[in-house]
């Protein structure tokens, strides 16, 4: 057991401090729905500039070409959330598809949809979800049918977060409606403006048009937009998958999250009394916290695993359900100090953070279940990390990050 | 023993729900809060079952019924989510004149409160935990400070407050001194505000029973409505999920045939009927037995809390995706539930009020 990073690991923290002192006023503020903007894409560029966003992507399609290092991507995370500095995008784009493409798309892919990618000029959004193909995403509609050097489209997708903002689409289609059900998916790259395709946007419980409905009627997309072979679609997507196992239920969301539960219990006041007095409100902060540091070790514990090259077994199978019902549970303790000022919401007078536990509260039950529900992470947990029987149907793959 | 509704009492909750059913589907709620459309029908269909007679006694033309009858109305409005002012207005206001007015205040307020003349809101936020520098007090009779969560305060007349020392007052609504503000919550289907008294006039409530108990009686029947209508709203929310789970399909089968979506609905259905009864006693016994009510309202507002949390969160989760979805309007409820759950104390401080009111600590 050695809890240490090691000198040449401390020296590239060292680094990052000073990087991260120097530029303290020239970030964006941190606020989780503030998405594309002028400011954040110009932060990104200076991130990729100076290795601390699209760290390994080869210089070739517009990374930074360092060597892959766990360690030093866990440091560069650790410090941007001490310093309260946003860390890179992270969207779909750049978590899902980018690592696809570099593991099985073409040269020409990847040149083509990386480096506009990375810099957050090029937007994607995930085409898995149908309306009859949720938990059951192997069972999708969606058709493809060839038709000279094109695929014509036809079908639905729904609950795709960002379509209304999106360039691209990475999307899942029939292609082969007689092969087996999973044998028969095709993974396609689809602009967004192609003809035919129809984006209507869905406003969620939090308020805000969050996810859309994506209708497809004869769009054609030219068969060089497939990424691997026809029919191994499933195989594609769950390529994806392994590369963001645990995104969702990143500890560093928790930390931060944490760190802002102390200091609205030290700010807030009930009776006069500051919140932090109250027993009970403590209790339940001294519980969360035993909660956020076990996920943490267990994080390092992950990372051990992924640097060795190991399997971890269950214990990675347990993040998602885990790591979102922590964040939500941080929420709601947030909103319970504040009581009544906790359901405060939009641009009302004596709103605290913008509403922001307000919107996280929501926004994280959506996480619960998006990307496979906490009912199917549990099926995965019982019957491939523990071996129990299985119910009376086809496992069905983690699915990845929702946002 | 039946601890029972009676026909009326049935009968009652079922012509509230007959006319929320008409005024207020999922449709209608969705045009009442996205443009205010579809509000005067609303009121206007309660408006021929007289809600606002029913505490008034008999001589002041009211039905003179009990706590138990306005939880059950509030209940029917809480299974709509429907946007219409009933508890400050039509139970709390007139249970506080009944209570702690003088002969005087009773005879010229009542009659008027029944007709639906003068209607209170309800301005008591400070005495569960107050936030800021929330605090009313009265000197010369005129009241100074702020109040916020101030709940009914659009289309009142007056507003039911309480200074520092513990007396009630109502303080009319439209006058110079009297500051009003709307707050925007998440829930778009209840209206809150925060008030600003400036050296505002207002009439004590100076009757017999006009210091500490009226208060504490008050708050004790505002939290038993609020109760009332997040068991409502949470009984919605478990009958959409059943429903759901009974026509979506996944994997060729009715996800209700899922052992986890099973377990969900009777994990729901197993906390909501206890919180039921509990609700039932809270609000029957409040006529009954007075001293205990102030307890009682504490108990089944945290206990409630907790159930509706619960079943808002799973209702949602039942149905996947479209849960998230305002398409479901599962968000109207879980909002709503939201609201309730802080709205005069959250569990914790209820808890706490009820351990010192037992001599626990
Ligand atoms: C915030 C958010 C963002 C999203 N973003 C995207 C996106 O960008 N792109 C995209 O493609 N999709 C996205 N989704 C869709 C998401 O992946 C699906 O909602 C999710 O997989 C569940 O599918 P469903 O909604 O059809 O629910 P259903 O599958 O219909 O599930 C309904 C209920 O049945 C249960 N259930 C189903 N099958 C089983 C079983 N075998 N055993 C036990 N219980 C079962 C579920 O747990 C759930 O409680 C998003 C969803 C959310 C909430």
């Known amino acids: 057991m050695d809890l240490s990073y090691g000198k040449d690991y401390e020296a590239f923290r060292a680094e990052t401090r000073a990087f991260l002192k120097n530029h303290a006023d020239k970030h964006p503020s941190q606020n989780r729905y503030d998405g594309f903007t002028k400011s954040s894409r110009a932060w990104q560029k200076t991130l990729i500039a100076h290795g601390y966003a699209a760290r390994t992507i080869p210089k070739d399609y517009g990374g930074f070409g360092a060597e892959p290092d766990i360690l030093k991507s866990r440091i560069i995370a650790e410090e941007f959330v001490k310093a309260g500095a946003p860390m890179g995008f992270q969207n779909q784009g750049i978590s899902m598809l980018v690592p696809t493409l570099l593991e099985l798309g073409t040269e020409e892919q990847k040149k083509r949809y990386i480096p506009p990618t990375i810099k957050g000029e090029m937007v994607w959004c995930q085409g898995y979800s149908e309306p009859n193909a949720g938990s059951d995403l192997a069972g999708l509609q969606t058709r493809g049918v060839e038709d000279g050097d094109d695929f014509v489209i036809n079908g639905q997708k729904i609950w795709t977060s960002t379509a209304q903002i999106a360039d691209m689409m990475f999307c899942l289609v029939r292609t082969e409606p007689d092969a087996p059900k999973h044998a028969g998916i095709s993974y396609i790259l689809i602009p967004m403006t192609t003809p035919g395709l129809d984006v209507r946007p869905l406003t969620t419980m939090t308020g805000r048009p969050e996810f859309n409905e994506v209708f497809f009627t004869d769009v054609r997309v030219p068969k060089k937009n497939l990424v691997g072979r026809r029919g191994e679609g499933w195989f594609v997507a769950n390529a994806t998958l392994k590369h963001e196992r645990g995104m969702l239920g990143n500890p560093n969301i928790s930390e931060n999250r944490l760190a802002g539960v102390v200091r609205l219990m030290e700010e807030e006041t009930e009776d006069g009394a500051r919140v932090m007095e109250n027993p009970v409100f403590r209790d339940r902060l001294a519980a969360l916290q035993g909660r956020v540091m076990a996920m943490r070790y267990h994080g390092m514990r992950l990372l051990t695993h992924s640097i060795k090259g190991t399997d971890p077994g269950v214990a990675g199978m347990i993040v998602k359900l885990q790591g979102c019902e922590l964040n939500h549970q941080l929420a709601a303790l947030a909103i319970d100090v504040m009581g009544e000022m906790g359901v405060l919401y939009e641009d009302s007078p004596h709103i605290r953070a913008d509403g922001s536990w307000q919107w996280s509260f929501m926004y994280d039950l959506g996480l619960i279940i998006g990307g496979g529900t906490a009912q199917i992470q549990k099926n995965i947990i019982a019957e491939r990390g523990l071996g129990l029987p299985r119910g009376d149907k086809e496992p069905v793959p983690v699915r990845a990050a929702a946002r | ?361």
């Open chain 2, 1 to 361: 023993m039946e601890f029972a509704l009676s026909e009326t009492q049935y009968m009652l909750q079922e012509s509230v729900k007959g006319a929320l059913s008409r005024r207020a589907s999922l449709e209608a709620l969705r045009a009442m809060t996205d443009t205010g459309e579809g509000r005067d029908a609303l009121e206007a269909s309660l408006k021929e079952l007289a809600l606002s007679a029913l505490i008034p006694p008999e001589e002041a033309g009211g039905a003179g019924l009990g706590l138990l009858e306005a939880a059950l109305v509030q209940q029917s409005l809480g299974s709509h989510a429907a946007p219409f002012s009933f508890a400050a207005r039509s139970v709390l206001t007139p249970l506080a004149v009944m209570e702690a007015g003088t002969q005087a205040q009773k005879a010229e307020w009542l009659p008027k409160i029944a007709e639906g003349e003068m209607r209170g809101a309800l301005a008591l936020s400070e005495k569960s935990g107050a936030r800021e520098d929330a605090k009313i007090t009265e000197k010369n009779g005129r009241l100074n400070g702020r109040a916020l969560f101030v709940m009914e305060a659009e289309d009142a007349t007056h507003i039911l407050t309480a200074s520092q020392d513990g007396r009630l007052f109502l303080a009319p609504k439209n006058q110079k001194t009297v500051k009003i503000a709307g707050l925007k919550t998440i829930d778009g289907t209840r209206s809150f505000a925060e008030c600003l008294f400036e050296n505002a006039e207002a009439e004590p409530l100076s009757g017999e029973n006009a210091r500490g108990r009226s208060l504490a009686l008050i708050l004790s029947a505002a939290r038993i409505l609020e109760s009332a209508d997040m068991l409502g709203a949470s009984e919605t929310l478990l009958h959409m999920a059943v429903d759901y789970a009974k026509v979506r399909k996944q994997f060729g089968k009715l996800i209700g045939s899922f052992q986890a979506v099973k377990h969900l609905c009777a994990e729901m259905v197993a906390e909501l009927e206890p919180a039921r009864a509990l609700l039932w006693f809270a609000a029957h016994d409040f006529g009954e037995n007075p001293d205990a009510a102030p307890l009682n309202g504490c108990i089944v507002k945290a206990h409630m809390a907790d159930v509706a949390r619960m079943v808002s969160r799973k209702a949602t989760e039942v149905h996947g995706g479209m849960g998230f979805a305002q398409e479901s309007g599962v968000h109207f409820f879980f909002k709503r539930i939201g609201v309730s759950i802080q709205c005069l104390g959250g569990p914790a401080y209820l808890r706490g009020e009820a351990a010192r009111m037992q001599g626990w600590a």
